[in-house]
């Protein structure tokens, strides 16, 4: 005698159909309403402070500071 155990059910084997894309937003985001965008002025942004370092100036600097790091008289 032959036993069949199926591990996996069957599947539906229906047939899919291809939607549109705001159909496809639509079931992944759901409905859109009116009052969910909302347009804000905002002031303008401040002024950028100018930076007179250069980078030389911060090699030096960083040079220093390594310098005196490694310095065991400190």
Do not use: W
Not at 41 to 56: D, F, H, N, Y
Request: charged share 30%.
């Amino acid at each position: 005698m032959t036993v069949i155990v199926r591990l996996l059910p069957r599947r539906n084997h229906r047939t899919l159909q291809p939607i549109d894309e705001a159909a496809a937003y639509a079931r992944c985001h759901g409905e859109r309403g009116a009052d969910i965008i909302r347009v804000e002025v905002l002031p303008p942004a401040p002024p950028k402070p100018r930076i007179s370092v250069t980078g030389e100036t911060l090699r030096a600097a960083f040079e220093k500071r390594l310098r005196a790091r490694d310095d065991p008289s400190t």
